[in-house]
Nanobody, 125 residues
């Protein structure tokens, strides 16, 4: 049974940092592409970052490049999103998802097969 559970969200001041976790069960993150997405109120869901199943190559959206880093811990079967220098526009519910068939990253949410419940990130002074 495939499950993804996000955690680590919260309230942080602009310029601060958070580390989100995506704990997987029912599959091994080492062998599947995992993406992070976010959705703010009134906005469409957007791709944030991704780590590919093929070789661990990563992707970051232009809006977060240089600030966010995606990693995976195979022993814990968990994918992380380290978020630094957070900005108010980063405020959103963050979701992790897996694309069971992709060997490379995609920011198209419709290509992903399983989703977590989301974790709220609020960036405010």
């Amino acid at each position: 049974q495939v499950q993804l559970v996000e955690s680590g969200g919260g309230l942080v001041q602009p310029g601060g940092s958070l580390r989100l976790s995506c704990a997987a069960s029912g599959f091994t993150v080492e062998h599947y592409t995992i993406g992070w997405f976010r959705q703010a109120p009134g906005k469409e869901r957007e791709g944030v970052s991704c780590i590919a199943s093929s070789n661990g190559a990563t992707y970051e959206a232009d809006s977060v490049k240089g600030r966010f880093t995606i990693t995976r811990d195979n022993a814990k079967n968990t994918v992380y999103l380290q978020m630094n220098n957070l900005k108010p526009e980063d405020t959103a519910v963050y979701y992790c998802a897996t694309d069971l068939f992709a060997l490379v990253c995609s920011d198209a949410d419709y290509e992903y097969d399983y989703w977590g419940q989301g974790t709220q990130v609020t960036v405010s002074s």
